[in-house]
């Protein structure tokens, strides 16, 4: 996550700040089933405004969750990435 910083990337407190990406990690190869991730998230508030973020947060963006892959793949990229290859929750 340093390294995030580094390239410009901001740390949230909760998903109630202008999130765009959660970023889950896992070992590789492995998949979290989806209601441990939104369990993950906090309580139902949270849970909700991810769920739902496309009509809950300002402008309507989406908070996408992505395996730590993409992460890693766009600091390499030095650039943003497409997410569907690394989202967590299909």
Request: contains cysteine; aromatic residues 8%; negative net charge.
């Amino acid at each position: 996550m340093l390294e995030a910083l580094y390239a410009g990337a901001t740390e949230a407190d909760n998903v109630f700040d202008r999130v765009t990406h959660i970023v889950v990690f896992h070992n590789d190869r492995q998949t979290i089933p989806e209601r441990n991730i939104i369990r993950s998230l906090g309580g139902q508030p949270e849970q909700d405004m991810v769920r739902f973020s496309n009509f809950l947060s300002p402008g309507g963006v989406k908070i996408n969750i992505v395996y730590h892959d993409w992460l890693d793949a766009c600091l390499k990229a030095k650039k943003v990435l497409p997410v569907q290859d690394y989202d967590a929750l299909p």
